[in-house]
């Protein structure tokens, strides 16, 4: 596969040191028998987030939540149903607040390709704090994320492939973010109305741009680690059908334990949706039927994690 970013630019960007999609709002709630506030350090800033631990004696496996786009905090919807639904099975959880959001000191990098890796680094200085303690499995520490997380957590996993276990990306690009504005161009998100463009059009389109900004193929093709990628097929913001072809040919070529999945009626939040764009009303609230059973299938199965039952 010829690689849409040279390696060696994509890890100069890395060591040298913006597409914004859709988030949720919402209130975090206790996920487990305790709930820890910790602090840890990052480039030399201070920030803050929650440890959600499950009953039961540990050492417990982990997840660490990468962010969205935007002002993202501890109280963002998808991290907060994601630790609702995997703490009382048994996997610890940490949601912290974006660096110059909430309690987190910094200043908000925005979504440039240069705040990804910021974001990067930020994510794995919470898998160090969330790993060094006694309750957690240090070998069983994963990440989880939406949108935005799909730039963030294969730089991170690439950057420290020994600190993580698993990857589960949620909506998540694997082009560059000039290529994910297009798209969102393209399908109507951007102007929040329907294309009259088809998919085939669309994608003629998205073949035929340039790779600008950070690309995310560059680092998935250095992950080592299981990874699941999960998609709605009416995802109006990320180009998933390009998604899928980069993930079949870094799997191939490469040998990389990847799986992949798409929920037909689910829109960019995986949603239960009718045409997946901002424009549908009612907005979509409950997601697609199935979307965590088959992350917990996937943790079993390929990632070696034992989930509690229910």
């Not at 980069?246 to 040998?255: N, T």
């Amino acid at each position: 596969m010829q690689l849409r970013t040279n390696l060696r630019v994509a890890t100069a960007l890395l060591i040298c040191t913006g597409a914004d999609s859709v988030v949720g709002q919402g209130r975090a709630e206790p996920h487990g028998q305790r709930t820890l506030e910790i602090k840890f350090e990052s480039r030399g800033t201070e920030l803050a987030g929650t440890l959600f631990i499950p009953e039961g004696v540990g050492p417990h496996p982990a997840i660490v939540g990468a962010h969205g786009s935007g002002r993202i905090d501890r109280t963002d919807t998808y991290l907060n149903e994601a630790a609702d639904y995997f703490v009382p099975r048994g996997i610890a959880f940490f949601i912290f607040d974006k660096r110059g959001v909430g309690a987190s000191g910094g200043s908000y990098p925005g979504s440039y390709s240069s705040s990804m890796v910021t974001y990067a680094i930020d994510v794995l200085a919470a898998v160090d704090a969330v790993a060094a303690r006694n309750d957690i499995d240090a070998n069983s520490v994963g990440l989880w994320g939406v949108s935005q997380a799909g730039w963030i957590i294969p730089v991170a996993a690439a950057t420290e492939k020994e600190k993580i276990a698993f990857t589960i990306i949620v909506s998540g690009p694997t082009v560059s973010i000039a290529e994910e504005n297009l798209y969102s161009d393209l399908t109507g998100q951007t102007a929040n109305r329907p294309s009259r463009l088809t998919d085939t059009e669309i994608d003629e389109r998205l073949a035929k741009a340039d790779p600008l900004g950070i690309d995310a193929s560059a680092f998935i093709a250095e992950l080592t680690m299981p990874g699941l990628w999960i998609y709605g097929g009416l995802d109006q913001s990320i180009p998933w059908r390009q998604g899928i072809a980069d993930l079949k040919s870094i799997s191939e070529e490469w040998d990389r334990d990847f799986t992949w999945h798409v929920f037909e009626n689910g829109n960019h939040g995986l949603r239960r949706a009718r045409t997946g764009g901002p424009w549908e009303r009612p907005v979509p609230t409950e997601p697609v039927d199935g979307y965590f059973e088959l992350m917990a299938d996937w943790l079993r199965a390929s990632a070696g994690i034992r989930l509690a039952e229910q």
